[in-house]
């Protein structure tokens, strides 16, 4: 049998409600230990893709970091409903420039 990959979000309630919508799997988390605990069910659970509000993630950067050079799960960063840190952006130039071998973007 097949391993099957999931996607899933983790912030806070409105922004998760959003994605869970469209059918993904939808932890709503109010503090950075609640966020922790649902990256690592998702990491166990096989997880392919996990999104974090970047107000989450801004207070997790080893555990996010952990997971920078894994092809899984991908942590992407996303902005929550109160707007973008900056973190997603910075974060996806940074993996095109590793994945270019270190050119600038820009």
Same mark, same amino acid.
């Given at each position: 049998m097949a391993l099957e990959y999931k996607i899933g979000v983790?912030?806070?309630?409105? $922004? #998760?409600?959003?994605?869970k919508a469209l059918g993904l799997d939808a *932890?709503?988390?109010v503090t950075v230990d609640n966020a922790r605990r649902a990256l690592k069910t998702m990491v166990q659970e096989n997880y392919a893709i #996990? *999104?974090? $509000?970047? &107000?989450?993630?801004? &207070?997790?950067?080893?555990?996010?970091?952990? *997971?920078k050079d894994s092809? $899984?799960?991908?942590v992407i960063l996303i902005p929550s409903s109160e707007g973008s840190l900056g973190l997603g952006q $910075?974060?996806?130039?940074?993996? #095109?420039?590793?994945a270019v071998g270190g050119s600038d973007i820009v």
């Open positions: 983790i912030g806070d309630l409105i $922004t #998760v409600n959003g994605f *932890y709503s988390c #996990v *999104y974090i $509000t970047e &107000q989450l993630a801004q &207070q997790m950067p080893a555990d996010i970091a952990r *997971y092809v $899984t799960p991908a $910075t974060a996806l130039r940074e993996a #095109v420039e590793r």
